[in-house]
Nanobody, 117 residues
Framework: QVQLVESGGGLVQAGGSLRVSCAAS????????MGWYRQAPGKQRELVAAITSGGRTNYADSVKGRFTISRDNAKNTVYLQMNSLKPEDTAVYYCKWERVGAPLYYWGQGTQVTVSS
């Protein structure tokens, strides 16, 4: 069982920055992918960014150049630095931990990010 605890969401004006964090515990495999997804009201959950345990990253086109995902493997923590935020970035942001090569994944409880215009 993996537990994910997210923090750092909040309210920010357009153009501002936020950093969200996700700390994982109960890790059962060091070969994993950690990522951030978001879900806005009335929309499907979508991938924002992901990073492998080896440091390979993947970003949604809508956030490239504005968001940066990173991780500290020693702390089992993933970060999402969000700059130049736009109102359309408003959503609940969820952390996901996924084991590489096996159908095993866990979700965090979500953290609200609200960008005002």
């Amino acid at each position: 069982q993996v537990q994910l605890v997210e923090s750092g969401g909040g309210l920010v004006q357009a153009g501002g920055s936020l950093r969200v964090s996700c700390a994982a515990s109960g890790i059962i495999s060091s070969f994993n992918v950690m990522g951030w997804y978001r879900q806005a009201p009335g929309k499907q959950r979508e991938l924002v960014a992901a990073i492998t345990s080896g440091g390979r990253t993947n970003y949604a086109d809508s956030v490239k150049g504005r968001f940066t995902i990173s991780r500290d493997n020693a702390k089992n923590t993933v970060y999402l630095q969000m700059n130049s935020l736009k109102p359309e970035d408003t959503a609940v942001y969820y952390c996901k931990w996924e084991r590489v090569g096996a159908p095993l994944y866990y979700w965090g409880q979500g953290t609200q990010v609200t960008v005002s215009s």
